[in-house]
């Protein structure tokens, strides 16, 4: 909800536990990005794994590359990013549109910009131990179809979970919420979040105040972690409107063993990873019949 509720309409709100500015680096093939979680500061925040709020232009991109074991989601800002993986899935998302990519046991694909200038995030979320070596799955939401609220100038557009009443149709595997809101001058919002997950802000645009009134603004382009509580309050007391997003969502509580893009449990199984990628078996039977075009 927005706009008429107190700071006490939470019995335990969340506040600001840590904040850092995400700072630019290049990845991928002369990619830009901000990244957010999976940095020195924050290596994740469970269940994620890593944001990266990502600008690049042609010939650059994100070549053929694989995954296993946890979930992407990317959402366009600007421009668009044409998607290609092994087992013929292409399409190009645009500005608003939204792709939830469940790489389970396997995929190798591409993400290439499909205009000049092309800016959105990604966020990787972990997969449980018995969800990690399921199939492939994909939920592309095109802009249109992604629900959204307004009330007392704050709107909302909803990824993932459920603001102002308004529900998104995306399964979460992994429970999760991802709203982007975007406050007018003047303006307080009041989000309830599930008491038990972990949660945490990326501002795109403006500086707002977050978890207390009483708390410093926060500029752009910074990571806001929040301590546990059952809602977060924000209030946008510049001149200018401003705009994040809100992620949150069940801790899993389990061992996280990493290599690069193959996230498992422990480091016997991102071993057996390895060579199912260097065999192509397991979920790459592909790999060495399939480049992108």
């Known amino acids: 909800m927005s706009g008429g509720i107190s700071y006490s309409a939470f019995i335990t709100p969340r506040l600001v536990l840590n904040k850092f500015l995400a700072k630019s680096q290049r990845e991928g093939v002369g990619a830009i990005v901000r990244r957010g979680i999976g940095r020195s500061e924050l290596r994740n925040l469970d269940p994620f794994l890593m944001l990266d709020h990502f600008s690049v232009s042609p010939p650059g991109g994100f070549p053929d590359h694989p995954h296993r074991g946890f979930e992407t989601v990317t959402y366009?800002?600007?421009g668009g990013m044409t998607h290609q993986d092994f087992a013929g899935h292409k399409g190009t998302i645009r500005a608003g549109d939204v792709q939830w990519m469940t790489a389970g046991r396997g995929i190798i694909h591409s993400?290439?910009?499909?205009e000049?200038?092309?800016n959105g995030l990604?966020?990787?979320?972990n997969l449980k131990s018995n969800?990690?070596?399921?199939?492939?799955?994909?939920?592309?939401l095109p802009s249109e179809n992604i629900p959204s609220g307004e009330k007392d100038g704050v709107e909302v557009r909803v990824i993932a979970g459920e603001s102002m009443g308004v529900n998104s149709p995306v399964y979460t595997r992994t429970p999760t919420m991802f709203l982007d809101f975007t406050m007018l001058p003047g303006t307080q919002l009041h989000q309830n979040i599930q008491e038990s997950w972990n949660s945490f802000a990326y501002i795109m645009e403006g500086e707002g105040v977050f978890g207390s009134p009483n708390s410093s603004p926060i500029m752009s382009h910074h990571v806001i972690v929040f301590t546990q509580g059952d809602g977060l309050s924000v209030w946008n007391n510049s001149s200018k409107p401003l705009r994040f997003v809100l992620i949150g969502g069940q801790p899993l509580n389990e061992p996280v063993a990493q290599y690069g893009p193959f996230v498992m449990n422990t480091q016997s199984e991102i071993e057996n990873t390895l060579e199912d990628y260097q065999n192509a078996r397991n979920g790459f039977e592909m790999r060495l019949n399939w480049r992108s075009q």
């Open 76 to 78: 366009m800002l600007e």
């Open 111 to 114: 993400e290439m910009p499909a």
């Open 116 to 118: 000049a200038n092309n």
């Open 122 to 125: 990604q966020l990787w979320i």
């Open 131 to 140: 969800d990690k070596m399921i199939e492939p799955n994909y939920q592309e």
